[in-house]
């Protein structure tokens, strides 16, 4: 059963950062390792809007509970993107509008045709949204890990503080994706055979494609290379095999381990 709306009305909104101390990065600065995965993490967080984008061409936008959902949704996760770029302001490297608008400039030919792409998957394909909700689902589980991680690896008092923010929020959009793929997944045999088929064939940790491949690869192998990361991994890997009719799929493990394979020949 899908989680209320007016539950995620009265709890969510804009993460509060005016209380945190941002300039003490400038005399306690972060590695540029992790600076470069939360520049990656600025960048994927600003992605939502064209997300949303493409949610709304599907059938999503006839579902009053999805459409106030995406609008929540993109809000919060546009404020993500503004205190991660705040962080990486105060190491003075460029953030915000500079990044995005290369960003858009260099993924342009994919952008200007995802719209139709998905407009097309949404009308074509009858259990779509179950696929969208899914993917939905892992990709916030697989964030919320990335900044559980990168907490730990950084471990500086204040972004521990607004990585631990961050990740109360995506914990509530994976909780909304996980209970809508159940609803649609559940006594659907085709919604589950359509699902792991496009799991399986199309999925790539969240981002990829968003920016360069050495990127996406950079971060992925950073934060989940090592043991620590191995075990929050297998938690995504045990929550997607909850879902009904998608046990065994075993589809993160592979794609850490491609991306460690990647960075060991660059
Ligand atoms: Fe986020
Ligand atoms: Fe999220």
């Known amino acids: 059963m899908a989680i209320a709306l007016e539950k995620f009305q009265q709890q969510g909104g804009r993460i509060a950062t005016d209380d945190l101390d941002f300039d003490a990065f400038r005399s306690d600065p972060l590695h540029p390792d992790v600076l470069r995965c939360l520049a990656y993490m600025h960048d994927i967080e600003y992605q939502t809007v064209l997300y949303t984008r493409e949610m709304l061409m599907t059938k999503a ?3 009053p509970e999805m459409t106030g959902f995406i609008t929540l949704w993109n809000y919060e996760e546009y404020w993500h993107g503004q205190a991660l770029g705040q962080v990486l302001a105060a190491h003075d490297i460029p953030a915000h509008q500079p990044r995005l608008v290369a960003m858009r400039s260099w993924n342009e030919h994919y952008l200007r045709w995802s719209p139709a792409l998905f407009w097309f998957l949404g009308t074509a394909i009858g259990s779509f949204p179950a696929v ?6 892992i990709n916030e589980w697989t ?3 990335g ?6 690896i ?10 631990g923010r961050i990740m109360r929020q995506e914990g509530r ?3 909304f994706y996980a209970a809508k793929a159940r609803d649609l997944l559940i006594d659907d045999r085709r919604a589950q055979r359509v699902t792991r088929w496009f799991l399986r064939h199309q999925w790539e940790p969240v981002g990829s494609g968003d ?8 971060t992925t192998a950073y934060l989940f290379g090592g043991v620590e990361g191995g075990e929050l991994v297998d938690r995504v890997e045990a929550r997607i095999d909850a879902l009904p009719g998608l ?10 381990a491609a991306s460690i394979a990647a960075m060991l020949v660059v």
Do not use: C, Q, S
């Not at 900044?147 to 730990?152: I, P, T």
């Not at 950084?154 to 521990?160: K, M, N, Q, S």
């Not at 065994?248 to 592979?254: A, D, F, H, Q, Y």
């Open 61 to 63: 936008w006839k579902d």
């Open 132 to 137: 969208h909700m899914t993917w939905g689902a």
């Open 143 to 145: 964030a919320n890990a």
């Open 147 to 152: 900044y559980n991680r990168l907490a730990l």
């Open 154 to 163: 950084a471990d500086h008092p204040v972004l521990t503080e607004l990585l």
């Open 173 to 175: 959009h994976a909780a």
């Open 211 to 218: 920016v360069p491949k050495l990127e996406t690869d950079f």
């Open 247 to 256: 046990r065994g799929l075993n589809l993160v493990r592979p794609a850490i």
